[in-house]
C-alpha cells in the first residue's frame, strides 16, 4: 500500500472504467460493514459466534459439574446467551467507531477505481490499494465491502452514495466483479 499521496487523476485506467466516488466517512457506514461482514463473511459469522458459543460451553460445563437442576439450567443457558449476544452486537459498534476515528481525520475523500487499483485522497492523506490487497467483496445497500486476503484481515468501505453518477455504482460492481470474488 502505497501512503505517499499523489494525484489519481493521471492513473492509469487501463480499459478505460475508471470510477470516480467522493464521500465523507462516517461510523455508520463501518457498522453497516461490519454487520454484513458478520452475516455473509466465514470469518465474520466465526467472530460474531465466538462469544454466544462459548457462553453456552461454559453453561453446559458448570451445569453438568455442579449437578444444577434442570430450570435452573435453562435460565443460565437463556441468560448467558443473551448476554453474550449483546456483548457481541456491542463489539461489533465499538469496532465501528474505533475504525471510524482512524479515517475521520481524513475528512472528504474522494476514490478513483479502475482495473488495476483503486487511489483513495482525503483531506489530509491519500493512500492508493492494489487489488490484489482483497480476496472478495459483499455488497449492501449502501456500500461495496472489501474483505482482506490471506495476508491482510481488513475492512474497506466504499459509499454509494459517493458515486457522481447512478451509472458509476453498476460501473464500480463491474470492475470489482473482475478482480475479487463476490460473496
Known amino acids: 500500500m502505497d501512503t505517499r499521496g499523489g ?9 478505460g472504467t475508471a470510477v470516480e466516488f467522493v464521500y465523507r466517512p462516517t461510523a455508520a457506514d463501518f457498522e ?15 467472530q460474531a459466534l465466538m ?18 437442576m434442570l430450570p435452573v439450567w435453562i435460565v443460565w443457558l437463556v441468560l448467558s446467551s443473551v448476554i453474550a449476544s449483546w456483548g457481541t452486537v456491542r463489539g461489533l459498534r465499538t469496532m465501528a467507531r474505533r475504525m471510524f476515528s482512524m479515517v475521520e481525520p481524513y475528512g472528504q475523500c474522494r476514490m478513483v477505481a479502475d482495473d488495476r487499483s483503486a487511489v483513495t485522497t482525503g483531506e489530509r492523506a491519500s493512500f492508493s490499494m492494489d487489488w490484489t490487497v482483497f480476496r472478495e467483496y459483499l455488497e449492501t445497500p449502501g456500500l ?6 490471506d495476508r491482510a484481515a481488513g475492512v474497506a468501505l466504499l459509499p454509494k452514495r459517493g458515486a457522481q453518477d447512478p451509472a458509476d455504482v453498476d460501473r464500480l460492481r463491474a470492475i470489482l466483479d473482475r478482480n475479487l470474488k463476490r460473496l
Open 7 to 15: 494525484d489519481p487523476s493521471h492513473q492509469d485506467t487501463g480499459r
Open 32 to 46: 453497516e460493514a461490519l454487520r454484513a461482514r458478520a452475516r455473509r463473511s466465514p470469518a465474520g459469522r466465526a
Open 51 to 68: 462469544a454466544p458459543l462459548m457462553a453456552v460451553i461454559i453453561v453446559v460445563v458448570l451445569g453438568v459439574l455442579l449437578d444444577v
Open 144 to 149: 461495496f465491502v472489501l474483505l482482506g486476503g
